[in-house]
């Protein structure tokens, strides 16, 4: 394993370098809420990308504030009340600049286009009791309400049209007045006079939903549960973002956080895994149609005398998909076909057993990916499980035994969210590979043996922070120094952290700009362990008998039982 | 019951001629209500003058839903009509009966803008797919097919 030394002699650096950092960590953080701050918390070497978090999580009370803030900066500056510049805002995207420019072009045709009167088109009813306009009935003036435009309708059927619209949806936001010829806003201030408790709260929720949905700047996260949303700021490439609640998923895409992929490979990715394709794929691959109906058939074992299944009942040969009826000692017996063997000769089945091969071979190499992109994804969902049970009980289990302040074992949590973010890289290494063209045998020899060595650096730090954690809570007495542990863990975090952020920037750059150190030394190391690559499957040999695709190490085929010719 | 006081006070339905009713003051149309249901009404529109249902009499049917005045009445055209905003189940596509509708509007309202509709079919915003091919690809044609169409179904014999 030379090459697991070389990583560890290019970053002894970082190695000491970190451990003595441990500890300011955790001075850092004392108190703080850990979970949002994993990927963007440390550097050693200078990566700009990850210094500052282009990105802040905000709670509700956040967003209402930051809504509240802008409104009421936006009313000062335009000297309209509070409801309006509301208005103003949600027709413009949340853009105060946006609003601004429009306003100070054209205001009355802003005014025009949101519905902002300055002054009422009707004459406010002088009657003593005017009549509404929905209902045609009397009422007594003080029972009586109209929007900026004067059109009288009586507070019951405002309320009555105010709650339909509530209860239709986001829309009522942009409520205007019933009079079907006017178009005066309906805003914030008028509904909280009029509707239930209920309505308004929910006219609020939509208020405040808005606010992030339409809001380029914002977007709710999309993790499960959670209510809290993520204000981005433009002007970095790196579009991971991670929310307050641990989620972490791409700004673009709002998929789990997939670094190095890019967009659009893990929407091909996604859309992969859940086609159909690869049903058509293992059909054409594994089976053939019936002769007479053309059901599709999957020959799993028994000789070549197929019979389909009722209400069909055709007898025929696996090989050459003529009747049974013609086969026997003529054709050279039950399992042979002579036929098939003659035409094969001249050619007849190739292109049919040709495209046969090739779904095969497209349908194991997908599942080759696809399996190990799962199980990456499984023993992420557990390291997080382990996390989970790390912070609530075996950190302070660990706290007594050692006699060491919990701010002190910070290392043991910075260890594992490591190995969480490091299987997610991992994970979305394998879509990477499966698209990586096949033809750039160089760079796929490149990436295998880089996704091996991470594969590799991530077991030994996983090792670490699972097995040799459980001497020291155990009741043995520990084989060595519990600040021997502490250097070795936060050593190994460091080390698979700069190993795992140099993969990704490597990946990213399409694997042509290779310049770190832990991947200079690829060159020599040539042949590299291959991680998950999928080069074992070149080894493989077809039956000239059956074309069933077997394991190097057989020397018959498993489905006719030739022996295998030209081994 | 706001939805009775509305009518009654717009829609009171007064004897014109033999057997046509006037909506307050709109000529050519008139709504009443059925005896065993207050919410369902039974219509009839003249067709309009100088349009190809000119001299039809439709059978339309109006229903006041729960919601009604904060929902739009459901209209349905009884009588065959080739329109290409209307389908061969009656249906109309008309925004105020969607998501148009303001409880301002009022059953004369809808009434006057389906008899407008008639004066000025909108095949640009179809129903009825291939009516309105047929309006846009030969317009007169179509409209010799809606006033056989008038005659045949409409012609109230």
Known sequence: MDSEDDMHDANDDDYYYSSDTAVEYSDEDDGGDDDGDYGCDHIEDSDESNRQPNYIALKEADIRQHQENEITTLSTVLSVSRADASILLRHHRWSVINVHEVWYADEEGVRKAVGLLESPVVQFPNAQEPTCGICFESSPLDGISSAACGHPFCDECWRAYMSTSINGGPGCLMLRCPDPSCGAAIGQDMIDRLVSEEDKERYARYLVRSYIEDNPKTKWCPGPGCEYAVEFFVGNENCDVSCLCSHGFCWNCTEEAHRPVDCGTVAKWIMKNNAESENTDWLLANSKPCPKCKRPIEKNNGCMHMTCTYPCKFGFCWLCLGAWSDHGERTGGFYACNGYEAAKQEGVYDEAERRRERAKMSVERYTHYYERWATNHSSRQKAIADLHQMQTVNLKELSVKQSQPETKLEFVMKAWLQIVECRRVLKWTYAYGYYLPEPEHAKRQLFEYLQGEAEAGLERLHQCAEKDLQAYLGPEPPPTDFNDFRSKLAGLTSVTRTYFENLVRALENGLSDVDSQATAKIGQAGKGKGGGGYSDYHGSWTCDQCTYFNTISLPTCEMCLQPRHNA | ?157
């Not at chain 2, 000529?27 to 003249?46: C, D, H, K, T, W």
Request: hydrophobic share 40%; charged share 20%.
């Open chain 2, 1 to 157: 019951m706001v939805f009775i006081v509305r009518y009654v006070v717009r829609l009171k339905p007064k004897p014109v001629g033999d057997f046509l009713l006037c909506v307050g003051t709109a000529p050519g149309i008139s709504a009443s209500p059925s005896e065993e249901n207050m919410r369902y009404f039974n219509v009839m529109i003249l067709g309009p003058s100088q349009s190809p249902y000119e001299g039809g009499v439709f059978k339309l049917e109006l229903f006041l839903p729960e919601e009604y005045p904060m929902a739009a009445p459901k209209v349905r055209f009884l009588t065959k009509i080739y329109h290409p905003n209307i389908d061969k189940l009656g249906r109309i596509c008309l925004d105020i009966l969607k998501d148009k509708w303001s409880p301002a509007l009022q059953i004369r309202t809808v009434l006057l803008s389906i008899q407008a509709l008639l004066s000025a079919p909108n095949p640009d915003d179809p129903l009825s797919e291939n009516v309105a091919k047929h309006w846009k690809t030969n317009e007169a044609e179509a409209v010799e097919t809606a006033k056989e169409w008038t005659q045949l179904y409409a012609s109230g014999t």
